[in-house]
């Protein structure tokens, strides 16, 4: 994990621990841009983190992605990612942040 991975990290946790979310996501950018989300979990809607992560991407103006890390939860389902980049590594970290897994989109 590069420095930059480590700042996704950073963000994630403080997300997840903005709204005591179940997990906590960022994402960088194929310009380096981060965006982080957290679980949403209400009656009408459900998002997970990273589907947050990405959203936040794409509305942006994102065309392509270059990690993701999760922190917390289950390890999450990678769907999202792959509208954006095919092998995108996201790393799924425990509240810590210490690396769980790493996947690939």
Not at 54 to 69: H, I, K, N, T, Y
């Amino acid at each position: 994990m590069t420095p930059e991975d480590e700042k996704l990290v950073a963000l994630a946790r403080s997300a997840r621990a903005r709204i005591q979310a179940v997990q906590g996501a960022a994402v960088r950018d194929e310009t380096g841009r981060s965006y982080a989300g957290a679980t949403i979990a209400l009656p009408s809607l459900q998002l997970s983190a990273l589907e947050l992560a990405v959203a936040q991407a794409v509305a942006a103006g994102a065309s392509g992605l270059e990690a993701a890390v999760v922190v917390g939860g289950e390890s999450p389902a990678v769907d999202a990612l792959r509208d954006l980049g095919t092998g995108v590594p996201v790393w799924h970290c425990d509240s810590r942040g210490q690396v769980l897994a790493e996947l690939r989109s």
